[in-house]
């Protein structure tokens, strides 16, 4: 699969001022301490190449939700340090990412120099798209990369906005394996190919069911979304999560996937709980013997040997979403037990980002799969066969 747009080794660096646009959005303490690094070393492969070539590199990238004004929450001042570290360099760090300060510093940048700007978000034109905001930061550079997937489906000014100014634009190393990795999985994968999709709500993974409908195999449904399956199947799910307004639909995607000769399971036991609290009563339980009043809370052993059993000839694999609320310990055996499920197929593993991601570091299985996405909402619109508005903008190459 050969993403057809320009890469970054394409693009003259030497000397020019190089706007690679990052996704440092890594989970931090209360203490502002980083507690996973994984994004910002998927990016090391992109930063030391252009340091290599001779390039002042001036990095941007969002971090939360701060709402369009400073909060030193989100601050990507730890970032700035731990980039430093890992660089095994000095990081300068511009107190914003816009105006005179940030002026100064990039006039004084020699080739090999970085600089990381302050949260984009700090500005409300970042998420507005704003012009004026996209022309300022693109005032600092004479080349853009954007090697940021887990952003690249939001038409902020960073990510779409910036390239109207920039003369010369492409993609960075980690955003071409990201598309090239999820683009071959959905245009030509080794078969037998399992989806596996599990979160909270049928309702984000709509797109991704029917776009998958058509290519395949098998279906593993775990997760809050079980739910909607089970209680449209005419059981007793008790308070667990369901969307009544996708049920219909629901039984719609099962059936039409029966139809087409695509296996699809879903849970036949769950862990269930009177309630979230932490110290809560739970029992394990068939999925047709969920008390009244109860939820459930993940899948029960006899789904992860079922679920098991569905993954062992697998020769692809696309995981997305966890099978249970595996923030809680009593409720993260299910989703452990398929992330080792996983790991051990002799399988192309591909997991899509987000949650799952952390469920599968969690889970001491992150070596073990072929390739772990960095970004969740991106990942899910191209599994969806949708474009992203940060890709689009970007020139192809020249046959």
Known sequence: MNMNKVTIEEIRLKGKKVIIRADFNVPLDSNLNITDDTRIRSTLPTINYAIDEGAKVILSSHLGRPKGHFDQRYSLAPVAKRLGRLLEKKVNFAQDCVGPEVEEKVAKLEPGDVLLLENLRFHPGEESNDESFSRSLASFGDV??????????????????????????????????????????????????????????????????????????????????????LHAMGYEVGKSLVEPDVMKFALEIKDHAIEKGIKFYLPVDCVVANSMDPGAETKIVPVQEIPKGWMGLDIGPASVKLFSEALANAKTILWNGPMGVFEMDAYSRGTFAVAHAVGNAYALSIIGGGDTALAVYRAGESENMSFISTGGGAALQLLEGKKLPGLAVLPNRKE
Do not use: Q, W
């Not at 939001?154 to 100014?165: E, N």
């Not at 090239?180 to 709500?201: M, S, W």
């Not at 984000?204 to 079980?226: L, R, S, T, Y």
């Open 144 to 229: 853009y990369i954007n090697d940021a997937f887990g952003a690249v489906h939001r038409d902020h000014a960073s990510i779409t906005g910036i390239t109207k100014f920039v003369p010369l634009c492409g993609v960075g190393f980690l955003m071409k394996k990201e598309i090239e990795y999820l683009e071959g999985a959905v245009a030509n994968p080794p078969r037998p190919f399992v989806a596996i999709l599990g979160g909270a709500k049928v309702s984000g993974k709509i797109g991704v069911i029917e776009n998958f409908g058509k290519k395949v195999d098998k279906v593993i449904i775990g997760g809050g979304m079980a739910f909607t399956f």
